[in-house]
């Protein structure tokens, strides 16, 4: 069974510019959360998403958004870019009813 | 919300030795408990992890365990190996909720 994927691996944007992440979850799982993984801060949840519906969301500005697609893919997008969003974006996938979650690679975001 | 304190910060051990890693969680609601650990440049990876209902969990050479009347738990590993040196996070949530409250993550070294 393939794992999580998030595309693309690597980005570097210039400030005031936006940025689309994706993230294909494990075949079966409908919860994809994604964090915001940074040196100082470590990992904070941003928001998860359940049947194309946020369920939940974390501490993050409105610049920071997300989708579900009826197929269970997710997308986040991040808007006029700031130098501190620079980070390592994880998506995590689970299973209907289970906490246990299963990370991708991450999308490396360099802000310059 | 869920606050996740994880100490010491960096741990180094000899090879075969066993080492400690505890946390502590602030909300009494909070029923699951995973630990990750995260190889240089890798993504993180579920251990192993444990529910209220239970006071330890072992697999291999890892075990966990959970005192909730003290709300802290613990990550032992023993006889460590080279392959063992990782950053391991623990974290925190309430089952089926799909947000994770992550420590700020253990850099375990272990010394040939």
């Known amino acids: 069974k393939a794992g999580v994927t998030q595309t693309p691996r690597y980005l570097i944007k210039t400030r005031g510019q936006q940025v689309t992440l994706s993230c294909s979850p494990i075949?079966?799982?409908?919860?994809v959360s994604w964090y915001q993984q940074t040196p100082g801060q470590g990992l904070q949840f941003l928001f998860e998403y359940f049947s194309e519906t946020q369920r939940n969301k974390g501490n993050f500005p409105g610049r920071f958004s997300g989708r579900q697609f009826s197929n269970s893919r997710s997308e986040m997008n991040v808007s006029t870019l700031e130098l501190g969003d620079s980070a390592l974006y994880l998506c995590a996938s689970s299973f209907l009813g289970r906490t246990e979650a299963f990370f991708g690679q991450g999308t490396r975001l360099t802000v310059v | 919300g869920e606050n996740v304190e994880q100490h010491p910060s960096t741990l180094s051990v000899q090879e075969g030795d066993s080492a400690v890693i505890k946390c502590t969680y602030s909300?009494?609601?909070?029923?699951?408990f995973p630990w990750y650990k995260q190889e240089l440049g890798k993504r993180p990876q579920l251990i192993i992890d444990?529910?209220?209902?239970?006071g330890e969990k072992k697999d291999q050479r890892i075990a966990v365990t959970l005192n909730k009347t003290a709300k802290h738990f613990s990550l032992h590993i023993t006889e460590t190996q080279p392959e063992d040196s990782a950053v391991y996070f623990c974290a925190a949530s309430m089952e089926g909720n799909n947000r994770l409250a992550f420590g700020k993550g253990n850099q375990v070294v272990v010394i040939p």
């Open positions: 444990i529910r209220s209902n239970v």
């Open positions: 075949s079966g799982h409908r919860s």
């Open positions: 909300d009494s609601a909070s029923n699951y």
